[in-house]
């Protein structure tokens, strides 16, 4: 399968702890998008990369998330000190070079905070 | 800012009753406009892209257009396999090729 892939599919943590998921782009593709999506909600923005450049934040993205891309591949979405509020699913997307503007979405990582 | 809205929030159809979804969009500049198709604790699946007033795109059931201020999505004799949430969303012109989506119309086909 050549898609773009994401762990864990499921995470249920307890309230104050840190979770990490791990998002795998299409290999060919520079860009990679993460989003929240809330029940009976469009996916919304968090943050996006361009190969390893982290280039724009969600201004709704609080300082207890932090995204990686070490080597412009794979991409890291870190939670700490997790709360209720943060129970959604967390989709990754990735989007090849110039000239394309089609994003493609992971299967999403469903997250839920007791 | 860009704005998607969509409707019906939520469509019931029996199975060959065609219907059309709605995206009505404010964007400052359009880039393109994507339809997605949600299954239920899955991500979003590429459906369609428009890029101006007057394009249309067809695939098996669906046929989507495009005009100046909104999209439509046309399910011609709908299955229950279609049964799905249908997003659709924008991106404008310049900047990081970050769409806005809407949020989203659940379309339920009964046999």
């Known amino acids: 399968d050549t898609g773009v892939s994401q762990d864990p599919r499921h995470k249920i943590t307890k309230r104050g702890q840190n979770v990490t998921f791990r998002c795998d782009p299409i290999?060919?593709?520079?860009?990679l998008y993460w989003y929240r999506q809330t029940l009976g909600q469009g996916p919304e923005f968090l943050t996006y990369f361009q190969n390893e450049a982290q280039l724009e934040k969600s201004r709704l993205l609080s300082n207890r998330f932090s995204a990686e891309r070490p080597k412009g591949s794979f991409s890291t979405l870190e939670i700490q000190r997790t709360e209720q509020g943060d129970s959604a699913m967390y989709l990754c997307?990735?989007?090849?070079?110039?000239?394309?503007?089609?994003?493609?979405f992971g299967p999403g990582t469903r997250l839920t905070v007791l | 800012e860009d704005q998607v809205t969509q409707s019906p929030e939520a469509l019931r159809l029996q199975e060959g009753e065609s219907s059309s979804l709605n995206c009505s969009y404010t964007v400052s500049g359009l880039r393109g406009l994507f339809w997605y198709r949600q299954d239920p604790g899955k991500g979003p699946e590429f459906l369609f892209t428009?890029?101006?007033a007057g394009e249309e795109k067809e695939k098996e059931r669906l046929k989507a257009t495009l005009t100046k201020k909104e999209s439509f999505l046309h399910i011609t004799a709908p299955k229950p396999e279609d049964s799905a949430t249908y997003l659709c969303a924008v991106q404008h012109l310049g900047g990081s090729y970050i769409p806005t989506f809407g949020r989203g119309t659940s379309l339920i086909v009964h046999p």
């Open positions: 428009l890029y101006s």
């Open positions: 997307a990735s989007m090849g070079r110039g000239g394309t503007d089609t994003q493609y």
């Open positions: 290999s060919e593709h520079n860009r």
